[in-house]
T-cell receptor, first 118, second 112 residues
Framework: GAVVSQHPSRVICKSGTSVKIECRSL??????MFWYRQFPKKSLMLMAT?????????EQGVEKDKFLINHASLTLSTLTVTSAHPEDSSFYIC??????????????FGPGTRLTVL | DAKTTQPPSMDCAEGRAANLPCNHS???????VYWYRQIHSQGPQYIIH???NNETNEMASLIITEDRKSSTLILPHATLRDTAVYYC?????????????FGTGTSLTVIP
């Protein structure tokens, strides 16, 4: 199957700073990527849908100015958590669609990024 | 919003079949059922998906009821490495990208 990577795998930052998380599709071009967050012992919550070359579509209740998403190329989407606070500490996971495998498995997930805000 | 309900937890003896149920009574005619699993602190892993017919691959079998209101994921010979949270997802159709809305999942523990 297709491979999706995330960088960094874990990050610790001070409150008030901004953190950028990268999501890359390594062997396919992803026109659409998705960002999720997951709190301990909870399920994945979809935050936004990222479409290459256009603005991201955010789920209800997700602050677009807080979580900046950029999908500038077919293999890279970035999530920037601006002015991070301890309550933003979470596991952030991205996934990507492979248009060439619509009949098989549309979303491939990255390994996740553990963000800890002190 | 998630359109599925699953039992929160299940146990299964190693070597036995694990049968994980999922209810999706409001599924639409063109919506697929997907199953993913997540091992602790990793990204979800695809298992199988289906629309109407039963499906089988090297990992599992998916049995979908005729009315499509429920399905069962079957791991034929569970191993300790199958211990994970299993998510049943009804793929939403939309113009913005066919989103996945995860429910609470079933935490499967395979017991030696």
């Amino acid at each position: 199957g297709a491979v999706v990577s995330q960088h960094p795998s874990r990050v610790i930052c001070k409150s008030g700073t901004s953190v950028k998380i990268e999501c890359r599709s390594l062997d396919f071009q992803a026109t659409t990527m998705f960002w999720y967050r997951q709190f301990p012992k909870k399920s994945l919550m979809l935050m936004a849908t990222s479409n290459e070359g256009s603005k991201a579509t955010y789920e209800q209740g997700v602050e677009k100015d807080k979580f900046l998403i950029n999908h500038a190329s077919l293999t890279l989407s970035t999530l920037t958590v601006t002015s991070a606070h301890p309550e933003d500490s979470s596991f952030y996971i991205c996934s990507a669609r492979d248009p060439g495998q619509l009949a098989y498995n549309e979303q491939f997930f990255g390994p996740g990024t553990r963000l800890t805000v002190l | 919003d998630a359109k599925t309900t699953q039992p929160p937890s299940m146990d299964c003896a190693e070597g036995r079949a694990a049968n994980l149920p999922c209810n999706h009574s409001t599924i639409s005619g063109n919506e697929y059922v997907y199953w993913y699993r997540q091992i602790h602190s990793q990204g979800p892993q695809y298992i199988i998906h289906g629309l109407k017919n039963n499906e089988t691959n090297e990992m599992a079998s998916l049995i979908i009821t005729e009315d499509r209101k429920s399905s069962t994921l079957i791991l034929p010979h569970a191993t300790l490495r199958d211990t994970a949270v299993y998510y049943c997802i009804v793929r939403s159709q939309s113009n913005t990208g066919n989103q996945f809305y995860f429910g609470t999942g079933t935490s499967l523990t395979v017991i030696p």
